[in-house]
């Protein structure tokens, strides 16, 4: 079974819609991150969290929300979907600490479509 | 903030070796990390680089030059599978959260 595990792995949605991604994790892990992913520009960090009472913002928070429900799961939410929130979404998961243990283990991605 | 750069496309043949550069401005530099992404999947870890040199795994070897703001990835006998998108990512500061560069896509051909 998969480590980082995403549902659903691709949706279709229509502006104005609220939807929710949802990330699992079993590595125990207790950092979780969400980004995003367009063509031609790299992985770009939504929002993070360090551990069940942490969250925190990353660089492309705007029309984003997340919940933090349990070490292992960690969901993000699009209040009000536009079609610029068109991409591949990665959730990602990492052990803490320092250094090596900063290696990001990655879910199979949701490929998101808002018409 | 940081600024990674890597080339957007490469090409090489089966069998042959290529060498993938990331020049990178950060201040609190802690560590520089590959990853390899197929297209449509997630990326997945290739190496961890800190300090200056190179580190060899296997048909893949990293090296790291701190002073001088630079990396390169070294990938040896070409296989149609290394075809792939290669992201170089930096870590700094307290948080170690890593900061994805825009990633180079390497198309290998017969």
């Known amino acids: 079974d998969a480590d980082v595990t995403q549902t659903p792995r691709n949706r279709i949605t229509k502006t104005g819609k609220r939807i929710m991604l949802e990330c699992s994790q079993t590595?125990?892990?207790?950092?979780m991150y969400w980004y995003r992913q367009d063509p031609g520009l790299g992985l770009q960090l939504i929002y993070y969290s360090f551990d069940v009472k942490d969250i925190n913002k990353g660089e492309i928070s705007d029309g984003y929300s997340v919940s933090r429900q349990a070490q292992a799961k960690f969901s993000l939410s699009l209040e009000s979907a536009i079609p610029n929130q068109t991409a591949l979404y990665f959730c990602a998961t990492s052990d803490g600490a320092s250094g090596s243990q900063e290696t990001q283990y990655f879910g199979p991605g949701t490929r998101l479509l808002v018409l | 903030g940081q600024n990674i750069d890597q080339p957007t496309e490469m090409t090489a043949t089966e069998g042959a070796i290529v060498q993938i550069n990331c020049t990178y401005q950060t201040s609190g530099f802690n560590g520089l990390f590959w990853y390899q992404q197929h297209a449509g999947e997630a990326p997945t870890f290739l190496s961890y680089n800190v300090l200056d040199g190179l580190e060899e795994k296997g048909r893949f070897s990293s090296f790291l030059s701190r002073s001088k703001g630079y990396s390169y990835l070294l990938l040896k006998e070409l296989q149609m599978k290394d075809s792939a998108s290669y992201l170089c990512a930096v870590t700094a500061g307290g948080s170690y959260i890593p900061t994805f560069g825009r990633g180079t896509s390497l198309i290998v051909h017969p």
């Open positions: 590595k125990g892990h207790d950092r």
